[in-house]
């Protein structure tokens, strides 16, 4: 950290102590009461104070100015970043990376390997403690910051040590009591290679994190993906219908036990693990308020209870007219039916599913989210122009799918209209109400 480190001003809240001030939009802070701000985490623990001293550059001009304000009062001030001092990226080479088995020739953003503990809170990123200094420690536990999502893997050191491929990570256990001392909540990550972390060795990680709570809250376990971009890399199998079946007999047997002994079921296993194993999901209630919901964790859960709602208070009414194509992938097939089905009860309605089989990364790879507009637009070559594609805006990110495809270049690869449409069945359910509603309005004017 040196003073050099400024963060560059976007915005200044109107009113706000900072305008009083006279700060403006492209104004750099370098420090407050002679600190360097690093991130906006220190931004707003070190503005908590009502007497600010702010170092701040405009220009070639460097100047300092004193703020008086009310305790926790926010300065007032908007960032073009979230990190002032860039990103702390990933050190480890772990057997299991999902980004060492993208193919090339994609945009930048889908290879950075992030490891930083501050987007871990402000995002729920998963991080893995390997890179972090004695002095991040420190202000972890100092600044409070709480909760951090943690990829374990394994607490047996050296077998940690050889899944991420570094010797910082044999200290897990240490790292995590260190931050439990300091009562930082933790939300800890197994990514489950089958013939490596399975067996006893996960026994040993469920229960050396368990002797942790109520500081470590949860687990979750996710089966690793696996791309066909695998040439050099570390061999490995994925998860079958078998071991998904005793992963989740195991899992009931902890939550049993650890709902008695520390009144929590504490272990959570992937959506995946019960699509797998072709088994029922959970109550709602078993989830205990979805602590680990960023992992995909109970995502299933709340798309069901969601089609149940929706089935006793859209029963009887008319949905909006059309002719719908949903577009998912392979796993989650079976659910996106099921809402389907719903569909086809409303009159005027016409639902099919298109499931999309995953020729980019591989046909391992299932999930709705990794699909490349390439592949959507093979699954769709014989759709018609009547008809209107339904994608699930998880498929996108930056507007993008994983091929770099935009929607409007996918456009132009099919004949019928497409739209981009939320996950959630009860979002999806009311968009098409509200623009059946809008269209019969028009229909309506137009008579008059």
Known sequence: MTSEICAKVSRVIEDSPAA????????????INSQPVCDILDYRFRTAEERLVLAIRRGTLNYENCVFKEADEDLGLEFEEELFDGLLTCRNNCIFCFLDQMPGGLRKSLYVKDDDYRLSLAHGNYITLTNLSGENINRICEQRISPLYVSVHAT????????LRSKAAGRIMEQLRTLASARITIHAQIV????INDGEYLERTVRDLASLHPWVASIALVPVGLTKHRDGLTPLQPVGEKLAREVLRSCIGWQGEFKRRLGT?????????YLLADSDFPSSAAYEGFPQLEDGIGLCRIFLDELRRLRRTTSGKRIGDGRYVLVTGALAGPLVQQLADLLNESDGVSARVCITKNRFLGETVTVAGLLAGRDIAEALRDIREED?????????NDDKFLDDMTVSELQTQVVARISIVPPSPRALVG???????????????AGT
């Open 20 to 31: 009083k001030i006279g700060l403006r939009a492209g104004d750099e802070l370098l420090s």
């Open 156 to 163: 047996e050191p050296d077998l940690r040590v050889r899944m």
């Open 192 to 195: 489950l290679c089958p013939g």
């Open 265 to 273: 079921r504490f272990v959570f296993p992937s959506d995946e693990f």
């Open 388 to 396: 209107e594609i339904l994608i699930p805006r998880i498929a996108l």
């Open 431 to 445: 968009s098409l109400g509200r623009r059946s509603e809008t269209a019969a309005c028009a229909v309506s004017c």
